[in-house]
């Protein structure tokens, strides 16, 4: 008998599950091979199987949140996907369901994701997502940049990720809501970031790290800074090192959305989606949860 229904993956599914991938979001192989040869898990993937093969999937990265001035258990839903013609027939619904069981069995808090078009925004509402976290972009030119230097000398570090980590939960203290990653996780947004032409900017002032993660922009001579972590104290470090790794004209930042960088400048808007899995409980409301790093 053909098996069907949901089930956890299996390591012999790889290339099952990286076709589906690769038919659903159209991504190039090697980004696909990145993630399965790095970061998967099959205890963190759950699948559906139907007419004997897998039709749909879900992967639960582990993750925190910060909540009361902690950081407790939490999962990051990346990747969902269905095959165009097993689509509108509540497949992915009913793989959300299981893994918010699976996340309660195993101490997950929260579930997260950042939906990938604003029409997803409904889809997951209707899942009990609700929009949790604020993301603040703007456009800064490289005069402005050097000017943040300010002399600053140029001095870039080879990435230490757990030390990186600390630094971001130090960066990010006092923000319930917001989200933290491992070192792994770190390592795999670096990696997958390479792939398309991007780098980590680290630097150091005194024994205090920042980073940027950059990569092209689609406007020429311009830059997109992923994630740029730095306080008023590292931060003219990180410019000078920014600036001369990366030659371009502007620099488009995401910076928390009460970040004290380029203070009351930019646009900010709702970035991710979070569902409390304790029933009768809400996510935390923090004065600006931050997602970042989010593999998008």
């Known amino acids: 008998m053909t098996r069907s229904g949901i089930a956890a993956a299996g390591w012999l599914e790889k290339a099952e599950l990286a076709a589906v991938w690769e038919k659903c979001f159209g991504d190039p192989p090697r980004h696909i091979h990145y993630f399965f040869n790095n970061l998967f898990e099959p205890q963190n993937c759950l699948t559906y199987r139907e007419d004997g093969g897998i039709v749909s999937m879900v992967h639960m990265l582990p993750a925190r949140i910060a909540d009361g001035g902690r950081l407790v258990q939490a999962h990051y839903i990346y990747a969902a996907a269905t095959l165009p013609e097993y689509r509108s027939r509540g497949l992915m619904g009913q793989l959300l369901e299981a893994a918010f069981q699976e996340g309660r069995r195993r101490g997950d808090r929260y579930s997260f ?3 990938a078009n604003r029409g997803l925004y409904r889809f997951y509402g209707n899942l009990g997502y609700t929009v949790g976290f604020e993301l603040r972009t703007l456009a800064v030119s490289r005069e402005e940049m050097q000017q943040a230097a300010a002399g600053a ?3 870039q570090f080879l990435p230490d990720y757990g030390k990186l980590c600390d630094f971001r ?3 990010l203290s006092g923000q ?3 989200a933290h990653w491992d070192a792994r996780r770190l390592a795999y947004a670096d990696g997958i970031n390479r792939l398309d032409g991007g780098k980590l900017i680290c630097s150091m ?3 205090r790290p920042a980073y940027a993660l950059c990569r092209p922009a689609a406007e020429a001579g311009a830059c997109e800074v992923l994630e740029l972590a730095a ?3 590292t931060f003219a470090g990180l410019a000078a090192n920014l600036v001369d790794a990366i030659d ?3 620099y488009f930042l995401r910076l928390p959305g009460d970040g004290p960088l380029f203070a009351g400048r930019g646009r900010r808007a709702g970035f991710g989606m979070i569902r409390s899995l304790a029933a009768g409980t809400a996510p935390p409301v ?5 997602l970042g790093l989010t593999l998008d």
């Open 113 to 115: 994701l950042l939906p």
């Open 153 to 155: 000398p140029v001095w």
């Open 169 to 171: 939960r130090e960066w």
């Open 176 to 178: 319930d809501g917001s």
């Open 205 to 207: 002032a005194g024994d």
């Open 231 to 233: 306080d008023p104290e």
């Open 248 to 250: 371009a004209q502007q």
């Open 286 to 290: 923090g004065k600006s949860p931050y």
